[in-house]
C-alpha cells in the first residue's frame, strides 16, 4: 500500500524511528490506533474502544511506575477529547482529576482541528482524493459513509455567533429564485455555524439527495449525542503539562463557492471559486476576485485554517513569555523574546517581533503565569499538516522539554531557547561555501560507506547525549 499510498500510511514510523535512536525503549511506545471512519460513541458501541484505552493507560502505569505521555495528531485530538468526555461518567467526580494526574503526564497536541477545517465541507459536498487515483465523485460517496466526517466539519469559537469569512464560508448558487418571467441564480452564504448547527444541509435539500442523510448523522452523532457535542469549542483539559504544536504560513483553503453541476449524486456540485488564508493571513480567492472578511495573523498549515489551530492560544495564562528562534540548529543571535506579554481570552497574541525572509522559525508562546501547569503552543514555519509529525525539529524540542522536566539541573518551567545545538547527524551538513562541514565545533567529517553526498557524511562529534547535556549547561 505504501507505493500508492506513500505518506499516509507511515505516520508515525519516522517519530517511532527517532524516539528508538535516542534511547527510549520501544517497548515503552504504546500505540493505540481507532477506526477513523467512526464517530466517537460508535467507536466505544462496537469496538469498546474507550474502555480499551483506558485499561492501556491504567496498564501502562502498573508496568512502567509512571503516568503517560499523549500525543494525538489530526482528528487523533478529537478522538482523546471524547475519551477525556467518556471518563466522566466512568469515574466518580472526586476521583476524575485524580485519574488524570495519575495516569497522564503531558498531552501533546500536533495539528488539532480545534474548530474544525473547511476541507472536511469540501469532502462532504465534492470529495477530496488526497492524491490516490480515484474520481472526487468516488471519494464523496466513500466519505459519506463515514460516520467521522462531520467531526472535522468548521464551527463558530462562540458557538452561536456567526463567524466571518475567515472561518469559513459556502456560497451556493441555484435557479430556485423565480420572478414569474424567468428563473435568477440566487446566491446564499452560509457561515461556520450554520454549517455545524445543519442551516445549509437543510437549505440546499432541494438540491442534494444526500442531504437528508447528513443531518441525520450530524444530529445522531453530534448534535444530539448524549454525552457532549464536539462540535462546539474545547476548553482546557484538566492535564498537567500541556504542548500544542502546528504548522503556520502555508496557503490554506478556508471557504467556497459552490454551484449545482447538472449532474446526479455523486457529482451534484461543481467548485466554482475557493478562498484562501496566506502568509500573512490574507484572504485570497483562486479566481482573483475580492474577498471580504477578517483575516488571520498568518495562515494555517496547508490543511486547517490558523484560527482553528491556534484555537489552544486560549488556553495559555495571562502572561505570556514569547520566543521566536530558527528551526535548525543555532548560536542564539537570531533569537527574540518578549516576556510577560499580556494575554486576554479570545484576543490573539501578537509580538513585535522581526523576521529574517529566508529563515524558518519556530515561534514558542509560553506560560509565564498559569493556574492550570504548563501550557506551551509552538508555532513552526512552512511544516505542513501531515509532516508536522514527522517534524526532526519538532522532536527535539518535545525531547528537550521531557529531559528538562525531569533534569536535577533544570531551571525554569520551559527549555531556554537561547541556543540549540545540533542533536542528530542529520542536523549536520556540508558548507560549500567553506568546503567543510558546517557546525565544526560540533560536527565533523566521518564518511560512511554507503553515502552519497557530502552532506551525509557530516556526523556529530559527540553522542546525541552528550550534545542534549550541553544545552541544559548552559
Not at 488524570?100 to 465534492?126: C, M, N, Q, R, W
Not at 435557479?175 to 450554520?194: H, L, M, N, W, Y
Not at 483539559?237 to 500544542?244: A, E, G, L, T, V
Request: glycine content about 6%; some cysteine.
Amino acid at each position: 500500500p505504501g507505493y500508492i499510498t506513500g505518506p499516509l500510511s507511515s505516520v508515525w514510523r519516522d517519530w517511532v524511528h527517532w524516539s528508538v535512536e535516542f534511547g527510549i525503549d520501544a517497548n515503552n511506545i504504546w500505540a493505540v490506533p481507532y477506526d477513523w471512519r467512526l464517530p466517537g460513541s460508535v467507536l466505544e458501541e462496537r469496538d469498546l474502544y474507550f474502555h480499551r484505552l483506558k485499561l492501556t493507560f491504567e496498564t501502562a502505569l502498573k508496568l512502567r511506575r509512571g503516568p503517560a505521555l499523549v500525543f494525538a495528531h489530526s482528528m487523533g485530538n478529537n478522538v482523546f477529547r471524547y475519551f477525556l468526555e467518556w471518563l466522566k461518567l466512568e469515574i466518580a467526580p472526586k476521583l476524575y482529576q485524580q485519574w488524570i494526574d495519575d495516569h497522564i503526564y503531558a498531552y501533546i497536541s500536533v495539528g488539532s482541528p480545534f474548530l474544525g477545517a473547511a476541507e472536511a465541507l469540501k469532502a462532504t459536498l465534492s470529495g477530496i482524493t488526497f492524491g490516490l487515483p480515484i474520481l472526487e465523485g468516488t471519494s464523496r460517496l466513500m466519505c459519506n459513509t463515514f460516520g467521522s466526517s462531520l467531526w472535522m466539519l468548521p464551527f463558530s469559537s462562540n458557538c452561536h455567533a456567526i463567524e466571518n469569512a475567515g472561518a469559513s464560508f459556502l456560497g451556493v448558487s441555484d435557479d430556485t429564485k423565480d420572478t414569474g418571467e424567468c428563473s435568477i441564480p440566487v446566491q446564499r452564504s452560509f457561515s461556520a455555524r450554520q454549517i455545524a448547527d445543519g442551516t445549509l444541509f437543510q437549505e440546499i435539500g432541494d438540491l442534494d439527495t444526500d442531504s437528508k442523510r447528513v443531518l441525520y448523522q450530524l444530529h445522531k452523532f453530534y448534535l444530539n449525542n448524549p454525552l457532549f457535542n464536539a462540535l462546539t469549542p474545547w476548553d482546557r483539559p484538566p492535564i498537567k503539562n500541556i504542548f500544542c504544536v502546528y504548522g503556520v504560513n502555508l496557503r490554506t483553503e478556508v471557504g467556497y463557492h459552490f454551484a449545482p453541476s447538472g449532474k446526479p449524486y455523486p457529482n451534484n456540485w461543481i467548485i466554482m471559486d475557493i478562498i484562501y488564508e496566506t502568509e500573512g493571513g490574507n484572504l485570497q480567492s483562486r479566481s482573483g476576485a475580492s474577498v471580504d472578511g477578517n483575516p488571520s495573523t498568518t495562515s494555517g498549515d496547508s490543511t486547517i485554517p490558523y484560527h482553528s489551530l491556534s484555537w489552544c492560544k486560549t488556553w495559555l495564562g495571562p502572561r505570556v513569555n514569547v520566543t521566536r528562534a530558527p528551526q535548525n540548529a543555532h548560536d542564539g543571535s537570531d533569537v527574540e523574546e518578549v516576556l510577560e506579554m499580556e494575554h486576554q481570552y479570545k484576543i490573539d497574541i501578537v509580538p513585535n517581533l522581526t523576521r529574517n525572509s529566508h529563515v524558518k522559525y519556530v515561534t514558542y508562546y509560553e506560560d509565564g503565569i498559569s493556574n492550570h501547569g504548563r501550557t506551551a503552543v509552538w508555532e513552526f514555519d512552512k511544516v505542513n499538516h501531515r509532516n508536522m509529525v514527522r517534524s526532526p525539529v519538532l522532536m527535539r524540542e518535545i525531547l528537550l522539554e521531557i529531559v528538562h522536566s525531569t533534569h536535577p539541573n533544570a531551571t525554569g518551567k520551559f527549555v531556554s531557547k537561547a541556543i540549540r545545538h545540533p542533536i542528530r547527524d542529520d542536523d549536520c551538513y556540508w558548507d560549500y561555501a567553506k568546503a567543510r562541514c558546517a557546525i565544526p565545533e560540533h560536527c565533523e567529517y566521518r564518511y560512511i560507506f554507503g553515502d552519497v553526498h557530502l552532506g551525509q557524511s557530516c556526523r556529530l562529534r559527540d553522542s546525541a547525549s552528550s550534545m542534549l547535556q550541553k544545552i541544559f549547561d548552559l
